[in-house]
């Protein structure tokens, strides 16, 4: 476990001009096609497109285009689009459960296994783009610590994990978020609490306390946070989506949800 680190709080009134939240970089604001995902990476002068693009100009646009050369994060070889995803979270908390939940078990077969990590591709058509994600999956215990950097850095987004049955989780998540911004500054940061299917069964006042701890660090680090239960097969693929949305300015959102007993989306 990461000792916790001082994050500010936000004030409460967070208000935002689109259900998806402010994109966390400048380089996000594109809608979806393949000339325009190929610039994911940060640039100096992004286009001026409107934070919302309609969803009828997306059949505007022009066809995908050759990829452009770019560095990490991008296969130049290939169409598809290559973005990196980071998960990260204390031991036990169901990180690789809900990584395999979401590529499938045909996938988990093709992983790539190290000392602490375990990386998983799922590759996704999005609007006549090809997306692949690469899933940084670090393992919780302290010997895996070091692979934090490497993990991070160029990542598009990070996930911060916990169990919702378990408060110790909970309180690491700030630690977490503080070593994962050494490495990287502009990723989507979401904050998911695991195995909701456990944590509904809690006394509604436990949940409440969690629901409020947890709610205060999304807030404290900017994040998105989602209740999710990887056996039962809740807002897994929800998050990606999320992701997804949220990286190309698609017309998708979440809805918000704070009703005690059902998983808990915020933003
Ligand atoms: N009830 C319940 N149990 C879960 C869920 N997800 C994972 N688990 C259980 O939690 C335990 C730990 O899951 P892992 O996916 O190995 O946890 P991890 O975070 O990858 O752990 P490390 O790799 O050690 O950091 C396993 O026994 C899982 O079966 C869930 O959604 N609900
Ligand atoms: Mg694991």
Known sequence: M?????????PENRSRPSPLGPPPTPFLLFPLHMEQASRLLPRPTPPSLPETTPPGLLFLL???????PSPAGYDSDSDLVNLKITLLGDCHIGK???????VGSEQEKRSLQMEGLNLMDKTQS???????????DVAGDKRSLDQIPIACKDAVAILIMFDLTSRCTLNSVVGWYSEARKWNQSAIPILIGTKFDDFVRLPPDVQRTIITQARAYARAMKATLFFSSATHNIN??????????????????????????E???DF
């Open 236 to 261: 897994v693929n929800k998050i990606f989506k999320f992701i997804m949305a949220k990286l190309f300015n698609l017309p998708w959102t979440v809805e918000r949800n704070l009703t005690v007993g």
């Open 126 to 136: 999005v609007q006549g783009a090809r997306i692949s994600f690469r899933i940084w």
């Open 96 to 102: 690789t459960t809900f990584l395999i939940k979401y």
């Open 2 to 10: 990461l000792h916790a680190q001082h994050v500010t709080p936000l």
């Open 263 to 265: 998983p808990i989306i």
């Open 62 to 68: 022009p066809p995908p285009l050759t990829p452009l």
